[in-house]
């Protein structure tokens, strides 16, 4: 089975034309286009059943309760889970690591405890540790990266010793890197530590099963999967989550309120302050519909099959003139490809491009404390999905040289 | 390429490819203070020696793209030798010019930006940033981490 070849016409806004050019949009690891049927959803909830959720008796009120909570389920199925009350909805995978950093660090860790990140961390995994521990004084330990941008694994027993929490994401944002997850947890759980992963970039391109990642928790974002923006999940083992206190309070997360204390809710709505972002979480919905339809294995090998067209396409073509960071082997990694090439800066590479409508990513990536391991300020970042294709590729690679003619010293 | 031709004016392109004024002056007796672009991660780092009230001299360190070292390299060449106040209008006229400080700007601020409207020069030529809006903080980032530095001497 493959991907259907006229895919871009499901995304109107892939035909769009930018700049005089029609738009190739190479920047998905930051935000995904989206599928009519998402727009749709969302448009109908709006048109046909806008009312408040979880409160009103009346039909509309009833209806819009019934979709969101169904969406719950299909997203649950989507990633393996046989129970919807395990799926939070949050805002994004940043605030559904602030949750764990927050609900979980702030009731178990101290001094003496340690968490356990790697250098190829996103600013989300990082920061709400940081803050945490300037507060409660436990130490953030790194996994350092191999010269090849994988993992270390070798250094991983060793600075498990007294670690609490290991925090790992499934996928980098700036190399593309696969990391072995289930292997990391059972090494993590082996010495007592728990298991939290970062899917952002996983999620939306590879099937996935939180068995198999035998993960304790697990943060993912709608925006990036062909959902709409405002919505994330956590996921997390049903007495793990049952076992942490409220991250924020108010409406919805309690089931009593008295002038001396309150009772939170059941799962998942202890984790759910306020009304939540309901048009998002039926958009979302259906963006696991459409990538079901589709087959996430579907996707993956696409994405196998356009990641090495890239890179055999843009080592041919310059060679030593340009770096590209992560591993070389396509099994290894997903679509996404951070590059140097010759000494032309990210920011003016991206803005040539953009003069063809190229999109792509200049800057850091929110990955500053690996920018510094790999010892630049910034990257350019060509990321895939499964609306791309070869056409979209050699766009890219075409378009490099232009740039070099323009900027290189 | 029009619009690319009106950002990458030739100029700067020059300045880029040939920066003035690079490197660090000994700390002390210079100065030093530094910037940082949180979008893209480009860093600058001026170190300047005041003699007099005046900017005796200049240098520049760090990486950046083409906007932010062609714009750091003008800057520099732009107040060697002048006093502190001269560059602080200079900069209030650059910033004006990069139309992110209007709605700030008070009356006093437009007076003397008016009054150094002669002095932008080959500045002029940055002009063009301002239709690509995200390489506004690009073209600033030199100016601002100036400005930070001579607050500090005052505290």
């Known amino acids: 089975m493959t991907l259907p070849s006229d895919l871009k016409d499901r995304f109107p806004l892939l035909s769009q034309i930018v700049n005089g050019h029609e738009i190739v949009y190479l920047d998905s690891a930051a935000s995904s286009q989206k599928p009519d049927c998402v727009i749709d959803a969302m448009n109908n909830y709006y048109e046909t059943i806008n009312a408040n959720v979880h409160r009103g008796a009346y039909e509309i009120a009833a209806q819009a309760t019934e979709e969101m909570e169904q969406a719950r389920r299909r997203i649950a199925s989507f990633i393996g889970c046989q129970s919807p009350h395990?799926?939070?909805?949050?805002?994004?995978a940043t605030e559904s690591f602030n949750l764990i950093a927050r609900s979980w660090g702030g009731s178990n860790l101290s001094e003496g405890d340690a968490v356990l990140i790697t250098d190829m961390e996103h600013h989300a995994n990082i920061v709400p540790w940081q803050i945490l521990s300037a507060e409660k004084g436990f130490e953030i330990r790194w996994l350092p990266l191999t010269p090849d941008g994988l993992l270390d694994l070798d250094q991983l027993d060793q600075l498990l010793d007294g670690v609490k929490m290991v925090s790992v994401t499934a996928m980098s944002n700036v190399l593309g890197t696969l990391n072995p997850v289930s292997e990391i947890a059972e090494r993590a759980h082996a010495a007592g530590a728990l298991v939290a992963v970062d899917g952002s970039q996983y999620v939306p391109h590879l099937p996935t099963d939180i068995q198999e990642l035998q993960a304790d928790l697990l943060c993912f974002t709608g925006h990036k999967m062909c959902g709409p923006t405002g919505i994330g999940v956590l996921w997390g083992r049903e007495e793990l989550l049952d076992s942490m206190p409220p991250f924020l309070g108010g409406g919805e997360m309690i089931l009593d309120v008295r002038r001396d204390g309150f009772t939170p809710n059941e799962l998942p709505h202890k984790f759910e302050a306020g009304t939540p972002p309901i048009a998002e979480i039926i958009g979302l919905g259906a963006a696991v519909d459409f990538l079901d339809s589709l087959g996430m294995e579907n996707v993956r090998q696409h994405e196998i099959a356009l990641t090495d067209y890239a890179l055999r396409s843009l080592n041919d073509r310059y060679g030593d003139e340009i770096v590209i960071h992560g591993p070389s082997d396509p099994l290894q990694r997903g679509g996404?490809?951070?590059?140097?090439?010759?000494?032309?800066?990210?920011?003016?590479?991206?803005?040539?491009?953009?003069?063809?409508?190229?999109?792509?990513?200049?800057?850091?990536?929110?990955?500053?404390?690996?920018?510094?391991?790999?010892?630049?300020?910034?990257?350019?970042?060509?990321?895939?999905?499964?609306?791309?294709?070869?056409?979209?590729?050699?766009?890219?690679?075409?378009?490099l040289e232009s740039a070099g003619e323009m900027f290189a010293l | 390429m029009s619009g690319l031709e009106e950002l990458y004016k030739e100029i700067i392109l020059d300045h880029y490819r040939n920066p003035r004024h690079r490197g660090e002056l000994d700390c002390p007796p210079a100065h030093k203070t530094e910037g940082f672009?949180?979008?893209?991660?480009?860093?600058?780092?001026?170190?300047?020696?005041?003699?007099?009230?005046?900017?005796?001299?200049?240098?520049?360190?760090?990486?950046?793209?083409?906007?932010?070292?062609?714009?750091?390299?003008?800057?520099?060449?732009?107040?060697?030798?002048?006093?502190?106040?001269?560059?602080?209008?200079?900069?209030?006229?650059?910033?004006?010019?990069?139309?992110?400080?209007?709605?700030?700007?008070?009356?006093?601020?437009?007076?003397?930006?008016?009054?150094?409207?002669l002095t932008l020069g080959d500045l002029e030529a940055l002009k063009g940033v301002v239709k690509f809006p995200v390489r506004i903080k690009c073209a600033t980032l030199s100016w601002n981490t100036l400005l930070t530095g001579l607050d500090d001497l005052d505290t």
Not at chain 2, 85 to 106: G, N
């Open chain 1, 86 to 92: 395990e799926v939070v909805f949050t805002k994004n």
């Open chain 1, 336 to 399: 996404v490809i951070s590059l140097e090439y010759r000494d032309v800066h990210p920011h003016d590479l991206s803005q040539v491009l953009d003069q063809r409508g190229i999109c792509i990513r200049a800057g850091h990536h929110c990955a500053k404390p690996l920018m510094k391991e790999l010892g630049v300020v910034a990257t350019s970042r060509a990321s895939m999905y499964l609306y791309n294709d070869e056409s979209d590729v050699d766009a890219l690679v075409d378009s």
């Open chain 2, 37 to 117: 672009n949180p979008l893209c991660g480009d860093e600058v780092s001026l170190t300047f020696l005041i003699e007099e009230g005046s900017i005796k001299e200049l240098r520049i360190a760090g990486q950046g793209c083409s906007i932010s070292q062609a714009s750091a390299s003008m800057m520099a060449a732009a107040i060697q030798e002048k006093s502190i106040e001269e560059v602080r209008d200079l900069t209030r006229e650059f910033k004006a010019m990069m139309s992110i400080h209007e709605e700030t700007m008070t009356n006093a601020d437009q007076e003397s930006a008016s009054a150094a409207a």
